[in-house]
């Protein structure tokens, strides 16, 4: 079993900054790749960002130059650094890790707006 908690969501003006943070129940960080998607009003839940067990990061286009993912192995926590952000940036933004199954945390919600 795998539990997984977001943090560090809440409201910002455009061209701000946020943190997200997912910690995991269980070392994994290092050896599954995990996940950052998001699920915008009226919309499907998208990819935003993974990084995989050996640590190369992957991004959306949308994100590409903004947003930075990175883990703490000792903490096993996943971090989405989020710069610049814009209005289309409001979501709600999960973790994810596939471990014989898809796992997904409870969502932290993020809202850009001024």
């Known amino acids: 079993q795998v539990q997984l908690v977001e943090s560090g969501g809440g409201l910002v003006q455009p061209g701000g900054s946020l943190r997200l943070s997912c910690a995991a129940s269980?070392?994994?960080?290092?050896?599954?790749?995990m996940a950052w998607y998001r699920q915008p009003p009226g919309k499907q839940r998208e990819l935003v960002a993974s990084?995989?067990?050996?640590?190369?990061?992957n991004y959306a286009d949308s994100v590409k130059g903004r947003f930075t993912i990175s883990r703490d192995n000792a903490k096993n926590t996943v971090y989405l650094q989020m710069n610049s952000l814009k209005p289309e940036d409001t979501a709600v933004y999960y973790c994810?890790?596939?471990?014989?199954?898809?796992?997904w945390g409870q969502g932290t919600q993020v809202t850009v707006s001024s």
């Open positions: 990084i995989s067990g050996g640590g190369v990061p």
């Open positions: 269980r070392s994994m960080v290092n050896i599954y790749t």
């Open positions: 994810n890790v596939y471990v014989s199954r898809a796992y």
